[in-house]
Antibody, heavy 122, light 105 residues
C-alpha cells in the first residue's frame, strides 16, 4: 500500500523559513517523480513543486520559484520542501504527492499524503 | 490554462445521475483528471486522461470530453459521494479548477 506521510509544518513568521518532509513507503520511491501541492484554507489546489527521479530536474510555478526548493533522498525514501522568505499567502495545507510522467511531461498526481498545515503569521 | 468548474455547488438525491463540468480557457487535449476530496481528507484520483478510471474507483464514475469542455458523471449518486470535486489539467502548465461541492438533497 502506498503511504505518504508529511511532517514539519507549523506556525512561522513572515520572512522566515520552514522545511517540510515526506516519508514514502509501499512503492519504489526512486522510480517516481514526486511533488508538493498546497491548498489554502477553504480554497482550491495549487501545484507547488516537482522533482525528477534522480533529483536532477526540478519544476516550480512562478508563485514560489526562487523561494521554495524541492529535494529528495532516495536512500531514505524521503521528499523535502525548503520554504524561504515565507509570506502570509503561503499559508496552506501542503500535500506530498506521487506524480506520473510520460516522455518527460508532467502528468497527474496518483497518490497523496494526508497533508501538513503551514501557517505564516506574525 | 484556467479551469472553470460549474456549478460551484450541486445538490442531488441518492440515485440521481450527476454531471459536473470543467471548462478550460484553452484546448486541454484530453490531458485532464478529476479528483474527489472529502472533508478533512486528501484528494483522491478518480479519472485521468479524460476517461481512464483509476484503480479501485467504482464504475459509477466516468469522464468524458474533448477540446476545452470536460465532464465527470456519477451514474447513480451514493451518500459516500458527498465531497468536493476538482478537475486538473496537465496539457499546458499544471492547474486545478476551483471545485464543485456535491451535497445530498
Amino acid at each position: 500500500e502506498v503511504q505518504l506521510v508529511e511532517s514539519g509544518g507549523g506556525l512561522v513568521q513572515p520572512g522566515r523559513s520552514l522545511k517540510l518532509s515526506c516519508a514514502a513507503s509501499g512503492f519504489t520511491f526512486s522510480n517516481y517523480y514526486m511533488a508538493w501541492v498546497r491548498q489554502a484554507p477553504k480554497k482550491g489546489l495549487e501545484w507547488v513543486a516537482t522533482i525528477s527521479t534522480s533529483g536532477s530536474r526540478t519544476y516550480y510555478p512562478d508563485s514560489v520559484k526562487g523561494r521554495f526548493t524541492i529535494s529528495r533522498d532516495n536512500a531514505k525514501s524521503s521528499l523535502y520542501l525548503q520554504m524561504n522568505s515565507l509570506k502570509s499567502e503561503d499559508t496552506a495545507t501542503y500535500y506530498c504527492a506521487r506524480q506520473q510522467v510520460y516522455y518527460g511531461s508532467l502528468y497527474y498526481f496518483d497518490y497523496w499524503g494526508q497533508g501538513v498545515m503551514v501557517t505564516v503569521s506574525s | 490554462i484556467q479551469l472553470t468548474q460549474s456549478p460551484s455547488l450541486l445538490s442531488a438525491s441518492v440515485g440521481d445521475r450527476v454531471t459536473l463540468s470543467c471548462k478550460g480557457s484553452q484546448n486541454i487535449n484530453n490531458y485532464l483528471a478529476w479528483y474527489q476530496q472529502k472533508l478533512g481528507e486528501a484528494p483522491k484520483l478518480l479519472i485521468y486522461n479524460t476517461n481512464s478510471l483509476q484503480t479501485g474507483i467504482p464504475s459509477r464514475f466516468s469522464g468524458s470530453g474533448s477540446g476545452t469542455d470536460y465532464t465527470l458523471t456519477i451514474s447513480s449518486l451514493q451518500p459516500e459521494d458527498v465531497a468536493t470535486y476538482f478537475c486538473y489539467q496537465y496539457n499546458n502548465g499544471l492547474t486545478f479548477g476551483s471545485g464543485t461541492k456535491l451535497e445530498i438533497k
